[in-house]
């Protein structure tokens, strides 16, 4: 079962770039799970699972990962830690 996040932003160049969607995010469990399915069906991992603090308030620790899409959009995985 999946929760998805979009988050829709651009990058500072105002401009939109490559693919229709720049980015968007999934919330789920299993984020190097899936991130090996992603790979061994053919797509780029562009940045491998990861344990990051998001720059929130109060910070909020995640596992994070990103894919490249078909149309060059980066789609993440994110799982947020206890």
């Known amino acids: 079962c999946f929760n998805s996040c979009i988050e829709i932003f651009l990058d500072g160049t ?3 770039g490559e693919g229709c ?3 968007f995010a999934f919330a789920t469990d299993h ?5 090996e399915k992603v790979r061994n069906a053919g797509y780029r991992v562009s ?10 308030n109060p ?14 959009e980066s789609i993440e995985l994110f799982c947020e830690k206890a």
């Open 31 to 35: 984020v190097d799970e899936l991130v």
């Open 47 to 56: 940045v491998e699972p990861k344990n990051v603090d998001m720059k929130t």
């Open 59 to 72: 910070v909020s620790p995640i596992r994070v990962a990103f894919i490249e899409g078909l149309l060059h």
């Open 14 to 16: 105002k401009s939109v």
């Open 21 to 23: 969607i720049r980015h």
